[in-house]
């Protein structure tokens, strides 16, 4: 049994507290929940946690528009949603360190810096739909972040991947491995990791099609934000492609896409019908 611990009971106090004030609306949350969140086939539990630590990612986050954009309650509730979904098992303090989020109507340029083999340097401007920056803001276009996109590539999603960079920043530079946890096996990570981010830089020298985006083969920290992304958005594939990735990401972030998947088939209409996003590729 734990004891009590105060400063615990505080944080939930002024949770609670904040919640009270500033839980973001049911019908609002409702028109996500039609809009995008169904998509993930949560059960009644994690969709109550989703709201809830989506309404205080809101009270912890400035959501800004870039230049003199406003920025709708719809817009921070899609945001803050997509955002939570990775920490539903984990815990928002693993988002602290940074407050602000840009808002891009559509995709933006940045400068990017890029060192050829003969050690030149070339500055570019490349056109991104997000960016993370280390203890600064996460930068998001509204185009590529809003639900509608789903229409466009499965397995993509930029706010997820955005906040998996994040999360990876959490021990230093984002290098592809976030802080553990103490029941996780760091060299079997490592290992796990290494080995499929070489099978992807190998298919895509021999030109063969990739099950993984093949952004991923930029970089490690790259990799591991795009198989966050599928682990959420097209977890039957990223099982079926890497199944010890996903059995690591599994152990990370404490939750199990594809079996949420799987239970909402058996609970699939009598007449046959398929659920609805569900997601087969
Ligand atoms: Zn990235």
Known sequence: MRGFNPLRWWRRRRQARLLCRSRIPLPLWQQLRRELIDHYHLSAQEHH????????FLQRKQIVG?????VT????????AQACLP??????????????IILYPDAFYAPHERIDESGLVHRQQRLLDGEAWDRGPLILSWKDARPSRRHHRLG?????????HKLDMQNGAANGIPPLHRDMDRREWTRVFSASYRRLLRQI????HTAIDPYAAESPAEFFAVVSEE????PARLHQAEPRVYRQLRLYYRQDPLSRILRSRRWQPA???????????
């Not at 946690?49 to 205080?56: K, M, V, Y």
């Not at 984990?90 to 602290?96: E, T």
């Not at 020298?205 to 063969?208: D, K, L, N, T």
């Open 156 to 164: 993509d999603n930029v706010v997820i991947h955005e906040c998996a």
């Open 231 to 234: 682990f959420f958005e097209a």
């Open 66 to 70: 870039a230049g003199d954009q406003q």
């Open 271 to 281: 007449d046959g019908g398929t659920p609805r996003h569900a997601v087969l590729a």
């Open 87 to 100: 920490i539903l098992e984990l815990d928002l303090s693993d988002y602290d360190g940074w407050t602000e």
């Open 73 to 80: 309650d719809y817009q921070r509730a899609v945001i803050a």
């Open 205 to 208: 020298e021999r030109h063969r």
């Open 49 to 56: 946690r989703l709201r809830r630590l989506s309404s205080l």
